[in-house]
């Protein structure tokens, strides 16, 4: 991989899946398909890859596993595959997270990209008004945070190569779908020209949105360090990452929030 996350791991691509190293633990990956995704992409009879991405929730040292849990803190850790869904990258289908009981609210989410390039594709609101809109590029080391209660996408946007991130959220995390579902998919469709260049389609399902292409920025108000992995900041403060898992604690990072 292109940046070392702070744990010792070793991706796979074919198949996709992860081997943990020395004193780390993490589960058996689940793999989500193109069946699985078909509904809320562009072309939905599209040929691409069968299996899209692999996924591993709750990874980490061995020895910081009782804290993780006291703390209701979780890492995970997913791998795309490389080449497209018919006109469009691969890419994630697209959700909100739901409401944590354990705070009871919608939580954030801590993106670092490990290897290859990806785009993650956010946008303010699930509704027929999608809002303001946002692809924020990244490469290895960046970190891109995606607030509560967003609709968002993970795109990797270099189809010749897979790509790879672990992500900071809470552990009684939850997924929904069914804003994007009624819209047969997020409000901006990405697209690959025969250059390999990636543009963006309007989902016409939305009456309004608006879309921003940034690529990522420093988080110096959130506290968090730049090319340092998140891990390596959760280890060194553990309390970093409060944010994810009572969001409703720092209402202030929230409002105005631009990724």
Sequence with gaps: MDFY?????????DPMGFVYGKGVYGPEPERR???????SLLNPDCNGPETVYCIAMDVALKEDQEDLIARNLL??????????????PVRSQGHIHAVSPSCGAS??????IWDGEAYIYM????????GDCY???????????????????????NPE????????????YGFEYAD??????????????????????PNERYTNSRLTLKPARTYEDFGIRQGVPIYQQYRESPGLFEFVTHPQMFLKLWENYHP
């Design 5 to 13: 996350p702070g744990f010792p791991i070793t991706v796979e691509a």
């Design 123 to 130: 946008q303010q609101n699930g509704g027929d008004d999608a």
């Design 107 to 112: 939580t954030c989410e801590v993106y670092e």
């Design 33 to 39: 398909n193109l069946n699985q995704i078909r509904a």
């Design 135 to 157: 692809a924020v590029y990244g490469k290895p080391g960046d970190v891109i945070i995606v607030p509560p209660g967003w609709v968002h996408a993970t795109i990797n946007a």
């Design 75 to 88: 890492y995970g850790v997913v791998t795309y595959a490389k080449g497209q869904l018919g006109d469009e």
């Design 161 to 172: 190569q897979n790509m790879t991130f672990g992500a900071w959220c809470v552990r009684d």
């Design 180 to 201: 994007v579902r009624r819209h047969n998919g997020i409000a901006f469709f990405p697209l690959m020209n025969r250059h390999g260049l990636m543009g963006w389609k």
